[in-house]
């Protein structure tokens, strides 16, 4: 089977993860949870970065730290994996679901304004959504696939607005716009080291911020809440137990000194996709055409331009899935899942067709050539019936 991206350990992993259990720190405190936090703050250039579980758990933090509580509104793409919106309503918040861009799939940010500036009114201090009443406390963008959001122009307008910025960064460790890594540009950033990400802790995640308040508070919330005393117990908060342990993180530090050797066999990996995709009909192969960008590649996507129903692309995938290949459809969009269905969303049409058109294409680092062209050999097939 290939899937669709699969972890490859080839570094320090052992040796890591031998010392923990040599040296008997396993658990949630110990060097390498350390040592990895330190390691990513360096890595992205954040101030500040702080190990959690994972990354729903990291994006659950986030908006609490940001002050998103029950009865506020958050707004984010509806192309994206689900934990984007399911911490919304962890929060007891309410998602506003915006449209993506037909280029890379991110959130559209003209769309964005145009929503704050027609369904909203903002007195000075806070947003208030006309339709609600209700206070629009973040802004969730993502960059899915790993490629950067136009995130530049969602800042602006999130200042503008004075509503709180948090950057799903899961998918998109490695991935710098004007050498400023995504997840930086915001108030808060969230990463995951899940086992099909970039690079994994098998379970992972992490915040990353500038901000030395929001760096102490989120130390605090994922750990229970507990204060600092030398022997009692004492939490003055809701806290959780969101903390990362001390093997996972000696994973994550052997995986982080890989990750810019996966990009460099990733970069090659598009250029095969590109050869053989790029002048084929129907196909639309979005690849990294920006000097400023440097995209991490998590995932590949193409859009299959003649696909006009879910059953003729369904049909698609059971080719690849028939031969072994782990090609899979975009997620659903989030305003078509169950428990989101009844949530505001405006025009969703780009979001509804690269539902329909687009796959998620294999990426892993241990791809061979051949096996690129036996992929694209049976998307041009199904590209030109
Ligand atoms: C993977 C992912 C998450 C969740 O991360 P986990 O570590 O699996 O909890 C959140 N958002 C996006 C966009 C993701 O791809």
Redesign the pocket.
Known sequence: MIPLHEPIFRGNEWRYIKDCIDSGWVSSVGKYVDLFEEKLAEYTGAKYAIACC????A?HTALLLAEVSEGDEVITPSL??I??ANVILYCKAIPIFIDCEDKHFNLDADKLEKFLKNNCYFDGEKTINLDTGRIIRAILA?H?LGYPCEIIKICEIAKKYNIKLIE?A??SIGTFLNNKHTGTFGDIGCL???GN?IITTG???AIITNNSEIAKLAKYLTQQAKEPHQFEYIHNEIGYNYRLTNIQAALGVAQLEQIEDFIAKKIEIEKWYNEFLSDVENIYFPVSENNSVRWNRWIFAVLLKNIKTISERDNIVKRFINSNIGVRPFWRPIHLQKKFENYYSADLAITENVYLNGLHLPASVSLTKDTVKKICDILKTSATP
């Open positions: 994972n990354g729903t758990a994006l994206s994996f934990a984007t993502v899915i799903d899961a998918e995951s080291f899940n990400k379970g992972g995640g």
